[in-house]
């Protein structure tokens, strides 16, 4: 039960840059490495930077000429009117084509071209756009680094369990060659009759609860190595092989701020992404100019034509089996400009402008947050460290009081019930003084993370 209890205080091993002192045992960057690399959620992460970059050529092509071709076959059957200058014929003193003329015509259409276009000057949004998508590239790696601060976090915290369970074996281990001992001694004493057979089942009782311990331990020992294994993918024989000493981390003498806080970079480019995004919007309203090119060939078959009540002649109907042209060239420049367009453009700056305001919020409220909270974990960290003194002279007391107590039971001074009360205390005030070093560390590692300092100490 008292393992459980404490099994509650689990702290991260962790380093700082830049200091002499070694806080992070080198053993531990292998399994931080390998569940860097095992994360899906970090595999996501980078996913969502490779479709950002993605983004970024799509937009970057636009600058391109964009070349296209174009195969059409159609007919064609349209009624008209068609006025032709007036032609006179002397010899026979008629004019022809006098006013407006009435036709239908009909004919085979099949055309096959390359047309070619260019941005010229796009109103600065493919550049505004293009720096954008930088910005949130740059902001979605720093949220990659702070997810490896967590998986770093995870993975030293685990293994700080683990090294705790070592220190609880001591103790169940030693408590119970002590007491067989005294059971040994009792035996005997029971045999000459000067001890009572509750003496016996009672030391007995504790060993048993020891034993039970023990399973508890087993149990969640198995359980961690499971994790380490689906966090790492490496087997449990290499992860056993990492064995180091819980103690405590003095940092007293170092400072911390903010500066490398992943998650206020990501927030701080993602408001300069969506500044870009505000002057593609205002870009939008300027004129577009692009270069464009085309040829086709062009064939015209089966064509009638019928001119309807032409003078003298009366209906006039012509025909041409093929009229083809090739090559067709067209070479220009060209411009669009939105005049009016319903209020999009003004509704676009405004949703523009609000998501600037709306992060710029999330940015001045993350900082005010985290400096508080690196503020807590400061005060945190000093009163941990204080207590340490506390639960040390704790358990010096008790190991002392251990020694009496076993020299004054040896000796018929005091009973069974005292000689175990005294085992217990020194069993609660170790494991009590293990968990505060702990507490502590895990005070230390809270300040590290919430600086952004976790994950380089490892890593350097």
Request: aromatic share 8%; proline share 2%; glycine share 4%.
């Amino acid at each position: 039960m008292l393992i459980i209890r404490y099994l509650s205080f689990i702290p991260l091993l962790t380093s700082i840059s830049g200091f002499a002192q070694q806080l992070i045992d080198p053993q531990l960057r292998l399994p931080v490495e390998k569940a860097i690399e095992s994360s899906y959620e970090l595999k996501n992460k980078q996913l969502e930077v490779e479709k950002n970059n993605y983004q970024y050529d799509e937009v970057k092509g636009k600058r391109q000429p964009n070349l296209s071709a174009i195969v059409l076959g159609g007919y064609l059957n349209s009624n008209g009117i068609i006025d032709i200058p007036t032609k006179s014929i002397d010899i026979l003193s008629t004019e022809l084509f006098s006013g407006n003329q009435k036709f239908n015509t009909s004919a085979g259409l099949f055309t096959v071209g390359v047309n070619a276009t260019q941005i010229i000057f796009s109103g600065l949004q493919i550049p505004n756009a293009l720096n954008a998508i930088q910005e949130k590239s740059t902001a979605l790696d720093y949220l990659k680094e702070a997810e490896k601060e967590t998986i770093t976090k995870d993975i030293l915290q685990t293994y700080d369990q683990l090294m705790l369970l070592v220190k609880v074996e001591e103790l169940i281990s030693n408590s119970a060659k002590r007491l067989d001992k005294e059971h040994l001694k009792v035996q005997k004493a029971i045999q000459n009759g000067l001890a009572i057979p509750y003496d016996r089942e009672k030391i007995k009782l504790a060993m048993l609860e020891l034993e039970a311990r023990q399973v508890e331990l087993n149990g969640n020992r198995q359980l961690l190595y499971k994790k380490l294994e689906t966090l790492t993918h490496l087997s449990e024989q290499d992860l056993q092989q990492i064995q180091y000493e819980i103690a405590p981390i003095d940092i007293l003498a170092s400072s911390y701020t903010l500066e490398n806080k992943k998650e206020l970079k990501a927030l701080e480019h993602s408001v300069k992404a969506y500044e870009f995004l505000y002057q593609k919007e205002k870009g939008s309203h300027l004129p577009q100019v692009f270069a464009f090119a085309n040829t086709n060939y062009t064939s015209i078959f089966g064509s009638r034509f019928k001119l309807k009540d032409v003078d003298v002649l009366g209906d006039v109907n012509l025909k041409m089996n093929q009229f083809s042209m090739f090559p067709n060239i067209l070479i220009g420049i060209g411009a669009k400009w939105e005049l009016l367009d319903g209020g999009q453009h003004k509704n676009k700056l405004a949703q523009a402008k609000t998501d600037i305001l709306i992060n710029e919020n999330k940015l001045r409220d993350s900082q005010e947050k985290l400096n508080l909270l690196l503020s807590k974990n400061k005060i945190d960290y000093e009163t941990s460290t204080e207590k340490l003194k506390v639960n040390n002279q704790q358990n010096t007391i008790a190991t002392n009081n251990l020694e009496i107590a076993s020299r004054r039971f040896q000796e018929g001074l005091i009973d069974v019930t005292e000689r175990l009360a005294a085992e217990n205390d020194y069993y609660k005030a170790n494991l009590g003084y293990y968990a505060q070093i702990l507490d502590q560390r895990s005070k230390t590692y809270e300040l590290l993370q919430t600086s952004g300092e976790l994950f380089n100490q490892i890593s350097n």
